[in-house]
């Protein structure tokens, strides 16, 4: 079972700011990562899957980068609604599997 | 806009069987896509708990494959979880899922706490 690492537990910065989120797997996982946001007391939502395509709707702001071991996830000019935690996650083909990484806190500096 | 609402006993005693039924609203799940489970202890991070493909195939999580069962009833549209034998670790909220490309989660329902406890 693949593992995901996820750095820093917790990120401050400034609204306006960008912000660099990163993933690492314990194996080469290709492309098979996505991030989530997810807010206190809401489900998560997806961000960016196959590392770097945007869900339907998400702001050109958010972008993944990254193959095999090392994914990112970059935010440029924070607004104050993304802050919240942040989740990468990984699947493997086979067996099928999928593991999350245990999120990085973004907050207001 | 598919809609996914879970909904079940919000507390089980342990030793118990835990039982989930998550309603799906505006698709088919017989028509495609695969469906997921996934929990979050309180204050902790997301684990998969396991995913049922419209094929009826399923595949679950290697730390809970002994205690969880996934299946779907086509008729009523909806996806059921049972979990045996819950101790206090098993207490989270329970979300259920759409997968998009096999293994993304791109949609969710509320989430639902269910705690174990006596």
């Known amino acids: 079972e693949t593992e995901v690492t996820q750095s820093p537990a917790t990120l401050s910065v400034s609204p306006g700011e960008g912000a660099t989120l990163s993933c690492r797997a314990s194996?080469?996982?290709?492309?098979?990562i996505a991030w989530y946001q997810q807010k206190r007391g809401q489900a998560p939502r997806l961000l960016i899957y196959?590392?770097?395509t945007r869900a339907t709707g998400i702001p050109a702001r958010f972008s993944g980068s990254g193959s095999g071991t090392e994914f990112t996830l970059t935010i440029s000019s924070l607004q104050s609604e993304d802050f919240a935690v942040y989740y990468c996650?990984?699947?493997?083909?086979?067996?099928?599997?999928?593991?999350f990484g245990q999120g990085t806190r973004l907050e207001i500096k | 806009q598919v809609q996914l609402q879970e909904s079940g006993p919000g507390l089980v005693k342990p030793s118990e069987t835990l039982s989930l039924t998550c309603a799906v609203s505006?698709?088919?799940?017989?028509?495609?896509?695969?469906w997921g489970w996934v929990r979050q202890p309180p204050g902790k991070g997301l684990e998969w708990i396991g995913s049922?493909?419209?094929?009826?195939?399923?595949y679950y999580s290697p730390s809970l494959e002994s205690r969880v069962t996934i299946s779907a009833d086509t008729s009523k549209n909806h996806l059921s979880l049972r979990l045996t034998s819950v101790t206090a670790a098993d207490t989270a909220v329970y979300y259920c899922a759409r997968q998009i490309t096999g293994w993304y989660f791109d949609y969710w329902g509320q989430g639902t706490l269910v705690t174990v406890s006596s």
């Open positions: 194996q080469s996982v290709g492309d098979n």
């Open positions: 996650q990984q699947y493997d083909n086979w067996p099928p599997g999928v593991t």
């Open positions: 196959s590392a770097s």
């Open positions: 505006t698709y088919s799940i017989s028509s495609g896509y695969y």
């Open positions: 049922y493909f419209h094929s009826g195939f399923t």
